[in-house]
């Protein structure tokens, strides 16, 4: 995995884990949802510079190889 390759997959899984945070708590949202700008901001501009913006099934290989328990399958 290339360097920008494996920023874009951690931005990304920065990203899951605040908005899981942010949402963790429904009735507290709303507050926090302004929070994931930032997040997402980094997640887009690692997805860019990576090459991998249209390549999402690169993409979410890489994620699965970095943190396994994101790729669906349980494990």
Same mark, same amino acid.
């Given at each position: 995995m290339r360097n920008d390759e494996l920023a874009a997959a951690q931005a990304y899984v920065r990203l899951l884990e605040a908005t899981r945070a942010a949402l963790a708590e429904p009735d *507290? #949202?709303? @507050?926090?949802?302004?929070? !994931?700008a930032s997040?997402?901001?980094?997640? *887009? #501009?690692? @997805?860019?510079?990576a090459? !991998?913006?249209?390549?999402?099934?690169?993409?979410f290989d890489l994620v699965s190889s970095l943190h396994p328990s994101m790729s669906g399958t349980g494990h």
């Open positions: *507290d #949202g709303p @507050l926090y949802v302004p929070l !994931l997040p997402i901001a980094e997640a *887009d #501009g690692a @997805l860019r510079r090459g !991998l913006c249209g390549n999402e099934s690169r993409f």
